[in-house]
């Protein structure tokens, strides 16, 4: 079993930055772990923003955040960062990390594959 604390949200005008990071504890080498993020904004179903493998480091973005975003992962850390670049008032949700225990070369894309889930964090553009 895994644990995820997301931390990173907050308040952030329109074109700005924000990193947000899920750190990650258990039995389970974090390594052995493909991880997501995902985003759910009142009245919206919850979508994927972006995966990345466990061994490879491939990655996956929803065509709303390619090239804007950027997931990354630092094995020695426990820790997945998405760093949110020239953010949009659209952006706005609560964000949550994921992990799936799937040792595939790619990354995990259905949210029913993944085992655990952080609690969110909320991330607010403003306009």
């Known amino acids: 079993q895994v644990q995820l604390v997301e931390s990173g949200g907050g308040l952030v005008q329109a074109g700005g930055s924000l990193t947000l990071s899920c750190a990650a504890s258990?039995?389970?080498?974090?390594?052995?772990?493909?991880m997501g993020w995902f985003r759910q904004a009142p009245g919206n179903e919850r979508e994927l923003v972006g995966a990345?493998?466990?061994?490879?480091?491939?990655?996956y973005y929803t065509n709303s955040v390619r090239g804007r975003f950027t997931i990354s992962r630092d094995d020695a850390k426990n820790t997945v960062y998405l760093q949110m670049n020239s953010v949009k008032p659209e952006d706005t949700a609560v964000y949550y990390c994921?992990?799936?225990?799937?040792?595939?070369?790619?990354?995990?894309?259905?949210?029913?594959?993944?085992?655990?889930w952080g609690q969110g964090t909320q991330v607010t553009v403003s306009s």
């Open positions: 258990g039995r389970r080498s974090f390594s052995n772990y493909a």
């Open positions: 990345i493998s466990w061994s490879t480091g491939n990655t």
């Open positions: 994921a992990a799936d225990w799937n040792w595939s070369a790619a990354p995990t894309l259905t949210s029913d594959d993944y085992d655990y």
